[in-house]
């Protein structure tokens, strides 16, 4: 009973994350575009009937039943048509689109508006308008990642020695130790269980990264400091050149890769570890890094998470997951029963990645993401500079009205990926445990 409550609170709380982020992200469009004299009539949280709403102002402020998402509605999003009129009619679908979609931009158009248009502000405030919402959610995130590793820590391997490796095994053939097998440095140079390497070769090391790679870098004798029972001690090693896992730049071991480098044969143990500053901000580098790199290769898992989806086949601890297996991940993080400061950080990083995610998934220039009105804006500024360049007449605001039967387009195809990462978030969820 007490796991099956935790789990829940672990849900409740992913969404009560989820939602703030969501204000957090629409906040920014919210202030900036107030800042720069915009008409808001709406900022809401979530989606469908309205749960609670109070008008403040211009603006309406509001939570909607479904915690999926959010928005702001601005005045005159889009410039009227070449006629000038805000909306005309069409019986071509496409031309539809864009009518409806100008048309909703007026919707509620008052008396005194028309100096408080959304299209009417220079194309680099309308830049700083769409950009601030996923900014918000780029700070949210280096926030919450920096506060996490400065202060709770990283899971991170140790120089503390786990397991002796009892005989020399190449890495690639992952097999158990032979009778023919030749004992292991390290058990032959008598290092234990519980030993904490302080040194190697007379050198100071105190972390992983460090000795793994005096490790590597060694074929011979050497001596190893560790300390054991309060005392330190110094024994003899002879390292040999084994096959062992390839690193990437990261210093992560690459999968099915291999190099030959020198071998102790020890396993090393993990603690959690508070991070410099510096090494905060390293990592957080490496997380963006990691992420515009998942982004482009969303497009590739698509066969995984059908076959995961559909076909039963496993799924793979890469794969991309929406709200609802976020939600199933925090609640199994409550779940399994960790120290409560692991089980805040771990919370705090799932919050962390989704902003992270936010900022860059609106950041990809495509109607209807933020990124598409900032592409939109960009190219106006451009067309008007280079008129003025050769003394043309001003080609006057870019209408992105006309993208719309795009915009339709890349939403459908948003909406077809969301709902197959639902079905297997539902059926076949990725899992921590």
Not at 38 to 43: D, I, K, N, T
Not at 126 to 149: Q, S, W
Not at 227 to 241: D, F, M, P
Not at 387 to 407: E, I, Q, Y
């Amino acid at each position: 009973m007490t796991t099956i409550l935790l789990t829940v609170l672990g849900i409740v709380i992913f969404f009560a994350g989820l939602l703030f982020s969501i204000g957090w992200h629409e906040l920014g469009h919210l202030s900036t575009a107030k800042l720069f004299g915009v008409r808001v009539p709406q900022y809401m949280v979530g989606f469908g009937p309205t749960v609670w709403s109070r008008k403040k102002g211009d603006t309406e402020y509001g939570i909607k039943a479904i915690p999926l998402g959010g928005y702001i509605r601005m005045i005159g999003m889009f410039p009227p048509g070449a006629d000038g009129r805000i909306e005309a009619r069409s019986t071509s679908p496409w031309r539809g689109m864009i009518e409806d979609a100008r048309s909703a931009a007026y919707e509620e158009l008052q008396p005194g508006d028309e100096t408080r248009l959304f299209y009417t502000r220079k194309p680099w405030k309308r830049v700083i308008v769409m950009f601030a919402g996923p900014f918000m959610n780029l700070i949210l995130a280096v926030a919450i990642f920096g506060g996490v590793m400065m202060t709770i820590g990283l899971n991170q391997q140790t120089t503390t020695v786990n397991e002796v490796v009892p005989c020399v095994v190449a890495q690639s053939e992952n097999r158990s130790c032979r009778k023919s097998d030749p004992a292991s440095p390290a058990k032959a140079a008598g290092l234990q269980k519980g030993d904490r390497i302080v040194a190697f070769n007379g050198r100071a090391v105190d972390d992983w990264a460090t000795l793994s790679d005096r490790i590597r870098d060694t074929v011979g004798p050497a001596t190893i400091t560790v300390e054991r029972a309060g005392a330190q001690q110094v024994l003899q090693a002879t390292l040999i050149a084994n096959k062992v896992a390839k690193k990437d730049d990261q210093g992560q071991p690459i999968a099915d890769q291999y190099v030959n480098a020198g071998y102790l044969g020890f396993g090393p143990g993990t603690a959690v570890v508070p991070l410099t500053f510096v090494e905060s901000v390293d990592r957080m580098g490496v997380f963006i890094e990691s992420g515009v790199d998942s982004l482009i290769a969303l497009p590739s898992k698509v066969p995984d998470l059908w076959n995961a989806a559909f076909n039963g086949e496993e799924r793979k601890a890469d794969s991309p997951m929406g709200v609802v297996g976020a939600a199933r991940v925090g609640g199994e993080i409550f779940g399994l029963g960790l120290p409560v400061e692991s089980m805040v950080g771990m919370m705090l990083f799932l919050i962390a990645g989704f902003n992270l995610s936010l900022f860059l998934f609106n950041m990809l220039p495509l109607l209807p993401l933020d990124g598409g009105h900032i592409a939109g804006a960009l190219w106006e500024s451009l067309r008007r500079n280079l008129a003025k360049v050769f003394r043309r007449p001003d080609p006057g605001p870019f209408d992105v009205a006309k993208l719309m039967p795009l915009a339709y387009v890349v939403a459908g195809i948003f909406i077809c990926f969301t709902a197959l990462v639902l079905v297997a978030d539902v059926v076949n969820p990725v899992r921590i445990s």
